[in-house]
């Protein structure tokens, strides 16, 4: 009997739709080289959700995405849903998924393909050859710690209170999943802290450094965040993984993407102890939403991390990312990605490359 996978797929708003197409093009075509069964069941999400079941994040969704093998996303949110109450705006389903799930560790690659080195902002040998891992903590840290909020100090004054916690386990957690990563790549692990400055972060270097003990394979490094962020555009070759807190990974992480020139090649995973959710990095795009102009790349690559991290075909993702590589060396381009001499193709077309490039380099 072959084998089955559940996969639940929110293609969400704007461009999600699109992206989210042009991926499940390419599955059912790894699907039939591999002799899997992949069970792709949709539901809606963000917007689209809202219009369907008055919720962002509707029961059956989450009860979906709780029961599949892993969640496949595409982006939600748009101009339309902007006035409506905060509780029921389409980007709230993003944070309902990731805590319901548990999905503590974001992982965002951030590796440029030969072909677009020249799209990069940088100079073309800071960035060539490229290939970074920043693994952020995603439900901990200062975005979810309590006390928050705004109240008044006793002269009358607004007072704005946030606050970073974390405990060891979760540092643990993390470091874990970052020494995982790193020992299938170049065995280097950065830790990025603030430990001279935040007592918090002080405790997350002590337990990662009392982690890496029993993990002398990883080499580990330490850097404070303003010289980490410094260090990212003065030589970003010189990281394998980062690991983070979570706002200090949700700033790194936007910086590293954009090394690579274009937000629409940026895949994502996000895991946890029993779940996992893929998704490009980018929005729902509404600018160009229903104009078949959206790079579907970062979709296909999302799910490409899929059969990494969930499904145990790290082949399958090296295949995918050959593909790409040799899609963007004949010179296809969608416009996000365009420059002179090259073939543009739009959403549709790039998908079929990369399902005929499956197709034939899949044994
Ligand atoms: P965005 O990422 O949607 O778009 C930023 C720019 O990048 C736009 O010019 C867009 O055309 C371009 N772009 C994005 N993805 C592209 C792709 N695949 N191919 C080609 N070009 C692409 O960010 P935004 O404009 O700030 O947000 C639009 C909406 O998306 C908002 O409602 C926002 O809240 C939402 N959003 C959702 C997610 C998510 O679902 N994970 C993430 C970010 C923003």
Redesign the pocket.
Known sequence: MSEVFNITVLP?D??GPE?IAEAVKVLRVIESKLGITLNLNEHPVGGAAYEAAGHPLPEETLAAAREADAVLLG????PKWETIDFSLRP?RA?LGLRSSLGLFANLRPAKIFKALTGASTLKPEVVEGLDIMVVRELTGGIYFGQPRGIDKTESGERRGINTLVYTESEVRRIAQIAFDVARKRNKKVCSVDKANVLECTGMWRDVVIEFAQDHADIELSHMYVDNAAMQLVRNPKQFDVIVTTNMFGDILSDEASMLTGS??MLPSASLGEKHAMY??I???????AGQD???PL?TIMSAGMMFKYSLNREDVYNTLEAVVESVLDAGYR?P?IMSEGMQPVGCREMGDLIAQGVEEKLA
């Not at 982006?75 to 748009?78: D, E, Y």
């Not at 980018?282 to 160009?288: T, V």
């Open positions: 969400g704007g461009i992206v982006a939600v949110g748009g980007e993003l937000i629409g998704e490009p980018h929005g729902s795009a509404p600018d160009i102009k959206a790079n970062a969608t996000d």
